[in-house]
Structures are given as C-alpha cells and as structure tokens.
C-alpha cells in the first residue's frame, strides 16, 4: 500500500549528479524510483541497496518514457549533461505527459529565461555554485 | 527577409545559394569553424561560429529582426531549442526544425515548432513507394505526409486508356490534378480524355494510394 509521502520520480541520467540523487531519494525506500541512461555503466553509480529500476534506454524516445510509466510519474528529473536533451525531456513530460512536477538541470544560465515560463523548474548548478562561492567568499 | 539557418552541413551551403539567389538577407551559424570559413568566403551573407541553442549567440548573431529560423543540426533536443528560443524570446513566429526521429515530428509541433520535417520520413516514404510499384515516377508527401503527390505513367493495357476523367470510378479521397502528355501539361477536368504514356499527378490521402493505383492499372501488386 502506498502512503501519502511515497512519490514515483524518474531520473533521466544516471551520472554524477542523477546517480548521487537517486541513491539520495531511494534511501530508505521512502520512494519508488526509476532511472533511465543510455549508458548501461552508468548504473554501477547507484548504491548496491539501490531498489528502484533502471532502464537503459534513449530518454528521448517516447516508447522509453511510456515503459517507464512516464504518465503516472510524481516527479520527473533531467539530469544528463546536455542542456538542450534535459529540456526537451522535460517539456515533453510536462506537455505531453502533464506530470505535475518536472525539474531539469540547467549548466547554462541564459537559457532558463525560456523555460521559467513552460513551468519547468530549472536547476543550474553552475550558478548554484557560484552563489555558494560568493557567499563563502563574503564571508569573513 | 531575414532567413537564420543554425546548423546542418552541406544541405546549409545549397539552402544559402538558393536563398541569396531570391534576395534574401542570409544569417548562418555554425559550429563548424572550417565551414564557416567556406560559407563566409562564398557567400554575401553573415557567418556566425558558435552553439546556435545558446540565447546569447543568436542574439549577438542578430536574431532579433530575423522573419524565419531554420534548424538544421544533427540532434534533434538542439533544434527544438533552437526553434523556442527563436519563438519565445524573440517572438519569430516561422520556426522550421529537421528531426530524425519520426516521431519528434509530432512532439515539436506540440511544443510549437512551426514546421517540422523529417528526412528519415520523406526517405523511407520514397523508398517504400518506389520498391512496391515500378509505375510511380515520383512521390511526394506534403501537408505532414496527411497528402502525397503522385506521378503515374499510363500504358496501353491499363483500362482507364482511352477514359475522360469522369467516367473513371475513382476514390473519393484523390484527384487527378493534371496530365504530362509530350511535355505538355493539361490540367484535368472532368471531360479530359486519358491516352497511352500520359503520365497522371495524383494528389490522394496516403490510405487510398492502393485504389488509385487498382484504378488506374486495373490489378494491385
């Protein structure tokens, strides 16, 4: 029986930063969790207690997101390495799929712009970064 | 007009003779620093290197007054990113994209790409048509494939020789549109009489392709 708490996210991208994030969120298997990379590799990221799925597989075809059960997903994340693949997933689950929560990684700031208004969250670790540095820097 | 090609290899440098040949004010950006240097050595038109799907790089590209973008590179995420940037920050209404993946075509229109062609489509298509029936010269799908353009040759023994046009039982969904006879082109009417070697353009929705070909050769193969 599923509680209220428990969500059904899929991670697109199985590298550093979705490997690190599915480990996090599978923790205690509060949540059910799919991850889907190209790169059957990818997967040795993910802690050996990891107990979602993993589908290796191109994001970007609709069959793979349908396998995924994309259209009964909580939370959709995009965390590949290449911009312009995360926000094409991202649109595609928000859009086409109407999930309620899409969140996609962002390396290059000057593009959030275009997406803040698709209701698309977006992350950019780079300017996360550079916030933390300021802050550390301005410290004292 | 304002024409902005993003991407794509040799298709960019016939698209560009084609365009400044009509008079258009060409901008191409690629990230192929090499071709560039060709393009720009060709062309009178300006040459950009760097990622088309980066904002900054149209802007200072001088997209802001362009009529029409095309995208043209090899993955099909960047051309979607291309098109929206080009529709959302800067309000161009004529976005094209080239996808491979047959089914983008749907997803970037309901993502608002303005027009989205794929070549994997038009080739498989072609080659389809081509190997199933030797009598069809040319075929062309328009309209997002909901519409193909035919040529049919007509020989002696196929039985709408010697018919007008009117009297041919012919599917509801297609139409003769005109007749090639020694280099001539009639257009069709009802009264037009059908002779040996006349090559038909037949416009037809693609389900119906089969009865136009029964209909006019008189046998499926």
């Known amino acids: 029986m599923l509680n209220k708490t428990e969500k059904y996210v899929i991670i697109v991208g199985c590298g550093r930063l979705g490997g690190h994030l599915a480990n996090m969120l599978g923790e205690g298997k509060k949540n059910s969790i799919v991850v889907?990379?190209?790169?059957?590799?990818?997967?040795?990221?993910?802690?050996?207690?990891?107990?979602?799925?993993?589908?290796?597989?191109?994001?970007?075809?609709?069959?793979?997101?349908?396998?995924?059960?994309?259209?009964s997903a909580d939370v959709v994340v995009a965390t590949t390495n290449n911009d312009n693949i995360n926000i094409m997933v991202a649109q595609i689950a928000k859009s086409i799929f109407g999930v309620n929560q899409v969140v996609a990684r962002l390396t290059d700031p000057s593009k959030e712009k275009v997406y803040s208004e698709l209701n698309i969250e977006t992350i950019s670790p780079t300017a996360l970064s550079a916030l933390e540095f300021q802050r550390i820097i301005l410290r004292k | 007009m304002k024409i902005f090609i993003v991407g794509g290899s040799k298709e960019v440098y016939f698209l560009a003779k084609a365009f400044i040949s009509r008079g258009y004010d060409l901008t191409i950006v690629n990230e192929n620093e090499e071709f560039c240097k060709r393009l720009s050595r060709t062309f009178k038109a300006t040459v950009v290197k760097g990622d088309g799907s980066k904002p900054y790089m149209l802007e200072d590209a001088g997209i802001a007054d362009a009529d029409?973008?095309?995208?043209?590179?090899?993955?099909?995420?960047?051309?979607?990113?291309?098109?929206?940037?080009?529709?959302?920050?800067?309000?161009?209404?004529?976005?094209f994209a080239i996808v491979n993946d047959p089914e983008n075509i749907q997803i970037f229109k309901q993502l608002g790409v303005d027009t989205v062609i794929s070549t994997t489509n038009i080739i498989s298509s072609l080659i389809e048509q081509r190997a199933i029936v030797d009598d069809i010269q040319n075929l062309m799908p328009i309209a997002e494939d909901k519409i193909s353009l035919m040529e049919v040759d007509v020989a002696f023994e196929h039985p709408v020789r010697g018919k007008k046009i009117h009297e041919i039982d012919f599917p509801k969904d297609a139409i003769i549109s005109?007749?090639?006879?020694?280099?001539?082109?009639?257009?069709?009417?009802?009264?037009?009489?059908?002779?040996?070697?006349?090559?038909?353009?037949?416009?037809s929705k693609p389900k119906v392709q089969s009865e136009v070909l029964k209909c006019i050769r008189g046998r499926v193969d």
């Open chain 1, 36 to 71: 889907i990379d190209k790169n059957e590799a990818s997967f040795e990221r993910l802690n050996a207690s990891f107990s979602g799925f993993t589908i290796e597989a191109n994001a970007l075809e609709i069959e793979v997101l349908k396998q995924a059960k994309i259209a």
């Open chain 2, 68 to 95: 029409m973008v095309i995208a043209l590179t090899e993955n099909d995420p960047d051309n979607l990113v291309v098109c929206q940037i080009a529709e959302k920050i800067y309000g161009i209404k004529k976005t």
């Open chain 2, 178 to 203: 005109c007749i090639v006879r020694h280099q001539e082109v009639i257009i069709a009417k009802g009264d037009t009489q059908i002779m040996d070697k006349d090559r038909l353009v037949i416009m």
